[in-house]
Structure formats: structure tokens, C-alpha cells
């Protein structure tokens, strides 16, 4: 008895666990390709200032999605947002902001979100920021794009693009 009702609370505790993470969503294109853990909205308020009951802050090292860190694949040699960047594969971060957004990639990849970025913040290949943007329409689910000629971010109202060119 004491068995089956440890093994039943073990498996519902792996299936809670299982329906908790985000799906691992991977966009392709040209040339770049993204995979990352796309979180929905869920009626949170998602960025906003220190203090406030937003899931991210201002300012703060973001992992840029959900569980493991983002990763950007660049195809071949090219510009993110005006810098050189060489073809392989980075880790990407971002610090959301109301004004603008600044976008890290680093050579570490694996990381487990933003946890250990700062003891790998050495690594950082380049950081570049753009303007924030604002949609008049919602996503629900945190969305990357990608264009031939841009990365686009949003998530609710928010994001970002940063312009690539190859």
C-alpha cells in the first residue's frame, strides 16, 4: 500500500512538473535560427520597474524565454544589428527596458536561464541594443521572428527587432 501510493505521488509530481515547462519552439530561418522555451502570458503583467509584479524587470539579465537559455544559430558570417557576428551557434540574453532593449550572445551554451550568466558573462561575444517596440496587438506566447533582413521579439505588447544583414 505505502508502494502504490508513493509511485502514484511520484508520477503525478513528474506530470505536474512535465505541464509546468514551456514547449521548446525553434524558428528557422535563412539565416538565422532560434530555439527557445516559449512561455505564455497568462494574464501576468510581464515587464516592468523594480518593485513592481512584473514576471521580468527593467534592467535585469533575462534568459529571453522559459527553462534552458535561448540559442541563436547564425548560418553564416553576417551583421546583428551592425556588429559582426561569426556563423555558429550563442546563447542569446536580453535586458528588457521601456525605452530600449540590449541583446547579449554568448558562447556558453546550455545554460540553465540566466542563473549562471554572470560567472559566464565573460563570454559575452556582443551586446548590442535597439529600441524597444511597442504592438498594438497581444501575443500570448513569446514569439521570435525571423526575416531576412531582421530577429523580431514580442511578447504581449513588447518586443524588439534587431536589423541583420548577410
Known amino acids: 500500500m505505502k508502494t502504490s501510493f508513493l509511485t502514484l505521488l511520484l508520477t503525478l509530481a513528474a506530470f505536474s512538473w512535465a505541464c509546468s515547462q514551456s514547449p521548446r519552439?525553434?524558428?528557422?530561418?535563412?539565416?538565422?535560427?532560434?530555439?527557445?522555451?516559449?512561455?505564455?502570458?497568462r494574464d501576468r503583467?510581464?515587464?516592468?520597474?523594480?518593485?513592481?509584479?512584473?514576471?521580468?524587470?527593467y534592467g535585469k539579465i533575462w534568459r529571453t524565454g522559459a527553462n534552458?537559455?535561448?540559442?541563436i544559430t547564425f548560418k553564416k558570417d553576417g551583421q546583428f544589428a551592425g556588429k559582426s557576428v561569426k556563423a555558429g551557434t550563442y546563447s542569446l540574453f536580453t535586458i528588457p527596458g521601456e525605452k530600449e532593449w540590449?541583446?547579449?550572445l554568448n558562447s556558453v551554451l546550455g545554460q540553465s536561464g540566466a542563473y549562471d550568466y554572470e560567472k559566464n558573462k565573460s563570454k559575452d561575444v556582443?551586446?548590442?541594443?535597439?529600441?524597444?517596440?511597442?504592438?498594438?496587438?497581444?501575443?500570448?506566447?513569446?514569439?521570435?521572428?525571423?526575416?531576412?533582413n531582421s530577429l523580431d521579439f514580442q511578447?504581449?505588447?513588447?518586443?524588439?527587432?534587431?536589423p541583420t544583414k548577410f
Request: aromatic share 8%.
Open 25 to 41: 519552439v525553434t524558428t528557422d530561418g535563412k539565416n538565422i535560427s532560434i530555439a527557445y522555451g516559449q512561455p505564455s502570458k
Open 45 to 57: 503583467v510581464l515587464f516592468g520597474p523594480e518593485g513592481s509584479q512584473s514576471l521580468e524587470k
Open 68 to 71: 534552458a537559455s535561448t540559442e
Open 102 to 104: 540590449s541583446i547579449i
Open 126 to 148: 556582443l551586446k548590442v541594443t535597439v529600441p524597444a517596440k511597442k504592438y498594438t496587438s497581444s501575443a500570448e506566447k513569446m514569439t521570435f521572428t525571423v526575416k531576412d
Open 155 to 162: 511578447w504581449d505588447k513588447e518586443g524588439f527587432s534587431v
